[in-house]
C-alpha cells in the first residue's frame, strides 16, 4: 500500500527566506505526486503535480517541486516565502485503479507554515 | 467556470442524529470523489463515483455512511447516526478524465 511522510508538522520562516517542504513516499510503481495547500477556511488548491517527464515541476505562487527516484521524495521550494503564504501543505501520492484520469489519492498528514513578517 | 460546491460548510449536529452533505462538482466532470480528514490525521479517501456510479467505496468506513450521485450531477453524503468519531471535515472533489482534481472548500461536521 502506498504511504506519504511528511515529517515537518510545523515550519515556521521569516518572510523573504527560502522554504523547502520535505515529502516522502512509499509506492510501487511510478506515481503521481502532488503538492496542495489549505489556507484558513478555503478548500484544497493544487499548487503543482507530477506525472511523468521533467523531475523539476514548476507550480502556481512560484513554487516548484523536484521528484528524486532515488530518494522517493518530492520536495517543495519556494526561493522567497511571502507572507500569504502562511497555510498548510499537503503531499499526495495518486495511485491509479482504473480508466484515464481515475485515481486515489493518500495524502501526507501535512505541514503547517507560520511566516514571520 | 464554477468551481466544486460543497454545503453546508458547517454543521453541528447531535449524537445519533443524521446529517446530509451535498456536492455540487464541476459541470462535465464525471469523476466525484469524497474525501475525509478527522482531527489530527491525514486526509484519507471515501469513496468515488464515475457518473452515477461507484467505482470504489473502499475508503467508506462503516454502512452509518451512504453516497448517492443522482443522474451524475450533484452528490450526497449521509451519515446516519452520527457518531462523534464522524466529526472531521468533508471534502469533495471532482475531475474530468485528464487527471486533474479540483476540490472544494470541505464541510466541517461536529458531532456533540
Known amino acids: 500500500a502506498q504511504s506519504v511522510t511528511q515529517p515537518d508538522i510545523h515550519i515556521t520562516v521569516s518572510e523573504g527566506a527560502s522554504l523547502e517542504l520535505r515529502c516522502n513516499y512509499s509506492y510501487g510503481a511510478t506515481p503521481y505526486l502532488f503538492w496542495y495547500v489549505q489556507s484558513p477556511g478555503q478548500g484544497l488548491q493544487l499548487l503543482l503535480k507530477?506525472?511523468?517527464?521533467?523531475?523539476l515541476v514548476q507550480g502556481i505562487k512560484g513554487f516548484e517541486a523536484e521528484f528524486k527516484r532515488s530518494q522517493s521524495s518530492f520536495n517543495l521550494r519556494k526561493p522567497s516565502v511571502h507572507w500569504s503564504d502562511a497555510a498548510e501543505y499537503f503531499c499526495?501520492?495518486?495511485?491509479?485503479?482504473?480508466?484515464?484520469?481515475?485515481?486515489?489519492?493518500?495524502f501526507g498528514k501535512g505541514t503547517k507554515l507560520s511566516v514571520i513578517p | 467556470e464554477a468551481g466544486v460546491t460543497q454545503f453546508p460548510s458547517h454543521s453541528v449536529i447531535e449524537k445519533g442524529q443524521t446529517v446530509t452533505l451535498r456536492c455540487d462538482p464541476i459541470s462535465g466532470h464525471d469523476n466525484l470523489y469524497w474525501y475525509r480528514r478527522v482531527m489530527g490525521k491525514e486526509i484519507k479517501f471515501l469513496l468515488h463515483?464515475?457518473?452515477?456510479?461507484?467505482?470504489?467505496e473502499s475508503g467508506m468506513p462503516n454502512n452509518r455512511f451512504l453516497a448517492e450521485r443522482t443522474g451524475g450531477t450533484y452528490s450526497t453524503l449521509k451519515v446516519q447516526p452520527a457518531e462523534l468519531e464522524d466529526s472531521g471535515v468533508y471534502f469533495c472533489a471532482s475531475s474530468p478524465s485528464n487527471y486533474g482534481y479540483t476540490f472544494g472548500s470541505g464541510t466541517r461536521l461536529t458531532v456533540v
Open positions: 499526495a501520492v495518486g495511485y491509479a485503479y482504473s480508466g484515464a484520469g481515475s485515481y486515489q489519492l493518500t
Open positions: 463515483f464515475v457518473k452515477e456510479s461507484k467505482q470504489d
Open positions: 507530477y506525472f511523468s517527464g521533467d523531475t
